[in-house]
């Protein structure tokens, strides 16, 4: 395979201001990420830590082998939304336990003492998806007071799916370990009971259905949280405890202890030497343009990507605004698909046939993301844009190798869907901070509202209110900036994450690794095309 | 080893006799053949001279070289061999006993002309006259055992009131030591030099001096640096010492390769000590400076050659020095060490640079034999160059695993005194304090810091789930991968920061340094820190990381991750297992129990089953009485650990 020759002149005045821009996002991005380690604030860490446990970063880190990677999914779940707290309460991602890939979940125990929010829980079902999706073993570092109770009617009915998760993850033989470090009470309790092993810390894990106020509002019984709950009890007399932890350290390696036995994880393709990419990744912040509006090539971003830069470019010379082709990502085989411009008939027939030769032979789906949206007009509709579109959507759906979605630039119309957004179910799915995501870009909602109002007023014969008018595209335009903003789609668990760009090759490694737990077979069986 | 080399240049087939300790160890590995003759300890195995005889017979060895120590100076050992028609590489069992008493051999030299120290000889061992005879000579004396050697026996004595006690007890000790409880009295000369001439001589009645030696620096009693020249002798006295070996050589009759050893006073005033008759661990020395092969020419002679050199053929060049590397604690009174040598590693050898050794990695020091495990000798074309070379030989050697004197060699070889040639017997002890309990709390945390990226290198290199992505990455950092050691009883974290590449920033108490590595492997890795680029030696054993660079050595603990709490658990309770009855309560309230012991026999399911203390206290309360029937899991007995 040759290398990716790449062009990029880094004196240019366009690279600089990329990289000025990008350099700036990426320390927005450090500083976004940093606010959700401090927990809950000084005052919740000092209590947490004066009762000589361990914050929940720490078991974190105390849990995965000693120089493991850890990729934390959806770090900024929940920011900027009110009533929540970055991170949403959860500390959750992937990392090496007794050298095996696991899904670690930890609940933030300074955060409202670790209660479940409505961000919360949809970060929960995510990362209960990550590990069923990719056979990941999962182990729980519980510490929580249950549902926030101020928004239980956000949380309680869907609730319950992750109690059913863990059942349905144990039966396909992908096991999961609860260590509990403190409170774990009423529905919380189910986390633990439904687990396949489960560790409870001396003098802290408490467990119960119902705590001691409302034992004795239910029966009249009076009894001390420690008998009701407590390690000890549930170590010694109810059984629900499979290992008495001394204290918090014992419990992790007991935890490690037990994933050290499972079965070997499936074998993962030979990987042989890795080449790094020819050209520094650092470059890829002169090269992704600042402005989402000013298209740059996707060539120079693979290149700075794939292993030794090569890649192998099919129909290079056809349906040129989509780029496919096959390359190597520390050693996995990937075939890639990266918008070069708005999809036309020609580039999503392409991509169709290139999904379906990378399910012919199970190589998995890199997607970059940079999109406007199908091209609209006259031409491009007789020319049946909707149906070649709709073959390449088709393709994506049923695709069954495991697909992983970056978002490098705009994420548009029913680009979003082609190039297998969130609701295509790609294994992972990673932004960069300039990425924007939105039905259309904000000028253009805004400006096709304006020409509705118009329309319609011209219809009715009335004259516009050109002020009125004007005020109303400039606030839905401001509010749709506001919601395509990357930060607004990340707190709401729209991607797994805003990665810093540099990044994106050792993300994708991690990715694709934790992928071939689960290593799916590629399809030959597809929805009708519609040719 | 030594004597082993010696005959293959000749074109000598070796034999090696080996005690159970020694089954694979160097010397019996390096030799063509080696007999077995008998268990560890060496009085049933090296000090057997029926077994060693009877090894030459069974291999058909011709001569034996006894070697430095145990048999070497024994006559009765060369008259067996004399009896048995094997050549004794050595002088004859007369002439080793001639000298062996110490009085005798002073009342020889004084008949020869030789000086000896002022004092008392005689066969009178009453302790008054002895008394009288310490007096006499004058305060301070040296009491030594007439038969002695090795420093046992030996006492100084400075106030007349301490006479008697000290030649009680010396005479005491010797009777056990050596079996012969007479002592002899000399003069004790402050600040005195240990020089000794190395003598040779043939059946012909030929004997020559290769110079001297200069072994002031001893510590209990025994040598641990040897030099030629010595700083202290110009070439007159050279001259007059030489030929007052020499003499007394000539008195005994002496043949093959013997030492004569004098003391030197700071007025430059020498006496006759005594004669030792074998090769002596420090003879490189004199091989460095002459060229000659001592071990050869003993071979030579014991065939019955006569000396191939004359005096005046004899040449001294430049400066060599020894320095013994013993296994043993400076910081704890010199006691020998023992253990496992896990790292063992030469240094490159350059010219001059030598390394007589008798062990290897892995090798066990044991509480068996002498604790040295080699001897480090350099030479130069003068003293200064030779000290430094030794020094630098010293540095490169790296003998972890069990604890060495390697930095006080290196700390007393730089001191200022002795680097003025200003060296005496008592040298070390009057600058002890120079030399021992120091420690280089700096390289504690650079040793700490080597040891944490050493083990970060590993683990990456070993790493099967993505080798190649960035060490420790993080999409999100919270903190800094760190690690604990141990050393030397003080707990040192290091923390450290991937920056790019093979970069880090590592954290090490008050300490931030940025390495590099530049490359690494089993057993080493070489680093640049803060731009100095240096190797680092690095071997594992279980836990413990041996560091060693040119600047010093360490034995690095690793500290497990999840500590073992070994605190007892304040409260237990016994509890039932299954369902059953009380059938019988073994233990009293308040009564003491240890862990594992009876507390209960249940009946359950036509069983008895015993229920067991699972941690030491008393018993606290007892929950049940005989005929309770009892649920599984239900406490029966709370034991208490207070």
């Known amino acids: ?531 | 080893m030594r004597v082993i080399r010696a005959c293959r240049a000749m074109g000598i087939a070796s034999v090696a006799v080996y005690s159970d300790a020694d089954t694979n160890s160097p010397h019996t590995r390096f030799a063509d053949e080696a007999v077995h003759i008998g268990p560890a300890a060496a009085k049933d195995s090296y000090l057997q001279i029926e077994k060693i005889i009877e090894a030459t017979h069974r291999t058909g060895a011709d001569a034996i070289h006894p070697g430095y120590g145990f048999l070497a100076e024994n006559a009765d050992f060369a008259e067996a061999c004399e009896n048995s028609s094997i050549v004794f590489i050595g002088p004859t069992a007369e002439a080793i006993r001639k000298v062996g008493l110490k009085s005798a051999a002073r009342r020889m030299m004084t008949s020869a002309g030789v000086p000896v120290v002022p004092g008392y000889d005689g066969e009178d061992q009453n302790t008054e006259t002895l008394k009288r005879a310490a007096i006499e000579t004058g305060l301070p004396v040296l009491i030594k055992a007439t038969a002695g050697g090795g420093g046992k026996g030996m006492r100084i004595v400075r106030d007349a009131a301490e006479l008697e006690e000290a030649i009680e007890s010396a005479a005491r000790e010797s009777e056990k030591g050596f079996g012969d409880g007479r002592l002899l009295i000399e003069k004790y000369i402050e600040r005195a030099r240990h020089v000794e001439f190395q003598v040779f001589g043939d059946n012909y009645g030929n004997v020559i001096h290769l110079f001297e030696r200069d072994c002031s620096i001893q510590r209990r009693h025994q040598k641990i640096i040897e030099e030629s020249p010595s700083p202290a002798v110009d070439e007159n006295l050279r001259q007059r010492m030489g030929e007052a070996a020499l003499a007394a050589g000539r008195e005994i009759g002496y043949s093959n390769a013997g030492t004569v050893e004098f003391i030197l006073s700071p007025e430059g005033e020498f006496y006759f000590i005594e004669v030792n008759t074998r090769l002596q661990v420090e003879h490189p020395v004199t091989e460095m400076i002459t060229g000659l092969d001592l071990v050869r020419l003993q071979i030579e002679i014991a065939e019955g050659k006569p000396l191939r050199l004359k005096q005046e053929d004899v040449i001294s060049r430049g400066h060599a020095i020894e320095a013994r590397l013993y296994a043993e604690d400076p910081d704890n009174n010199f006691l020998p060490a023992i253990g496992t040598l896990h790292d063992w590693r030469l240094p490159a050898l350059d010219a001059g640079l030598r390394f007589d050794a008798g062990v290897e990695a892995k090798s066990e020091v044991s509480i068996y034999y002498d604790p040295m495990l080699a001897k480090v000798i350099a030479h130069g074309e003068d003293r200064e160059t030779a000290i430094r070379k030794l020094v630098y030989g010293l540095r490169g050697l790296s003998a972890q695993g069990v604890q060495t004197n390697r930095d006080f060699l290196i700390r007393l070889l730089e001191h200022t005194d002795f680097r003025r040639g200003e060296s005496h017997t008592s040298f070390i002890e009057d600058h002890l304090s120079e030399l021992i309990g120091l420690r280089d709390a700096a390289f504690d945390q650079q040793a700490a810091a080597v040891a944490a990226l050493y083990l970060q290198k590993k683990r990456h290199a070993e790493n099967k789930t993505l080798p190649r992505i960035p060490p420790v990455y993080r999409n999100n950092p919270y903190r800094d991968p760190a690690v604990k050691f141990e050393i030397g009883g003080e707990t040192i974290e290091v923390s450290y920061r991937h920056l790019k590449d093979d970069v880090y920033e590592v954290r090490c108490m008050d300490s931030q340094i940025e390495a590099r590595v530049l490359s690494y492997g089993s057993g080493s890795i070489r680093l640049s820190l803060d731009g100095i680029q240096q190797w680092f030696r690095v071997v594992e054993a279980g836990d413990v990381l041996y560091v060693h660079s040119t600047a010093g050595a360490r034995a690095i603990t690793r500290l497990s991750r999840y500590p073992q709490r070994h605190e007892a658990a304040e409260h237990e309770t016994a509890n039932a297992q299954m369902p059953g009855q009380v059938l019988k309560i073994l233990v009293a309230e308040g009564q003491r129990v240890a862990a594992g012991d009876s507390l209960i026999i249940l009946e359950a399911m036509k069983m008895e089953q015993t229920i067991k203390a699972t941690m030491d206290g008393f018993i606290e309360t007892i929950l049940v009485k005989v005929g309770d029937v009892v649920a599984p899991g239900e406490p029966l007995v709370q034991i208490s650990a207070e």
């Open chain 1, 1 to 531: 395979m040759q290398p990716i020759k790449s062009y990029v002149d880094k004196q240019s005045e366009a690279y600089r201001d990329n990289y000025a821009a990008n350099l700036e996002s990426v320390e927005k991005l450090r500083a976004a990420l940093a606010s959700t380690t401090k927990g809950g604030g000084e005052k919740y860490v000092k209590r947490h830590l004066s009762r000589g446990r361990l914050l929940p970063r720490e078991r974190v880190e105390m849990l995965i082998d000693e120089g493991s990677y850890f990729l934390e999914i959806a770090p900024l779940a929940g920011i900027g939304i009110e009533n929540e707290f970055p991170g949403a309460g959860t500390i959750g991602g992937i990392g090496l336990v007794s050298g095996r890939e696991c899904i670690i979940v930890a609940n933030e125990a300074t955060v409202k003492g670790g209660a479940v929010s409505e961000i919360g829980q949809l970060k929960n079902r995510r990362l209960s998806d990550v590990g069923f999706q990719n056979r990941l073993p999962a182990i729980s570092l519980v510490e929580s007071a249950g549902a926030d109770l101020p928004v239980q009617a956000k949380i309680f009915v869907p609730g319950g799916r992750g109690f059913r998760e863990i059942t349905r993850r144990s039966k396909e033989r992908i096991p999961s370990i609860s260590v509990v470090f403190g409170n774990s009470t009423a529905g919380g309790a189910y986390l633990p009971g439904m687990s396949d092993y489960v560790i409870m810390v001396k003098r802290q894990a408490q467990v119960f259905l119902g705590g001691p106020p409302l034992v004795k509002m239910a029966t009249g019984e009076i009894v001390d949280e420690e008998s009701l709950g407590g390690a000890e009890m549930h170590s010694r007399v109810s059984g629900l405890s499979d290992y008495l932890a001394e204290d918090e350290l014992e419990a992790l390696r007991q935890a490690r202890d037990i994933v050290s036995h499972y079965d070997d994880a499936p074998a993962k393709p030979y990987l042989s030497s890795v080449e790094e990419p020819l050209y520094d990744e650092d470059e890829l912040l002169g090269i992704a343009s600042a402005d989402i509006r000013v298209p740059f090539e996707v060539r120079e971003i693979i290149a700075r990507l794939v292993d030794g830069s090569r890649f192998d470019e099919f129909k290079a010379k056809y349906g040129t605004t989509l780029v496919t082709g096959f390359a190597r990502i520390h050693g996995f085989r990937v075939g890639i698909l990266g918008n070069n411009g708005v999809l036309i008939s020609e580039s999503a027939n392409k991509g169709a046939q290139f999904i379906q030769l990378c399910n012919q032979q199970n190589i998995p789906l890199i997607f970059l993301q940079n999109i406007t949206g199908f091209m609209v007009g006259r031409a491009y509709e007789e020319q049946g844009i909707i149906r070649n579109g709709a073959k390449l959507i088709n393709a994506v759906s049923n695709s069954t190798v495991p697909a992983i979605t970056v978002m490098i630039g705009g994420s548009y119309g029913a680009g979003n869907y082609a190039m297998c957004g969130r609701a295509y179910e790609p294994r992972f799915l990673f932004t960069w901070p300039s990425h924007r995501i939105a039905v259309m870009g904000p000028q253009q909602l805004s400006g096709v509202m304006e020409i509705i109002k118009r329309d319609a007023a011209a219809k009715q014969g009335v004259a516009v209110d050109e002020g009125e008018l004007a005020m109303m595209r400039k606030m839905l335009e401001s509010q749709i900036t506001r919601e395509s903003d990357s930060y607004f789609a990340t707190a709401r668990l729209w991607d797994d994450g805003i990665i810093d760009p540099r990044d994106t090759r050792t993300v994708l490694g991690i990715a694709l690794s934790a992928s071939y737990n689960n290593p799916t077979e590629g399809t030959m069986e597809w929805g009708v095309f519609r040719h």
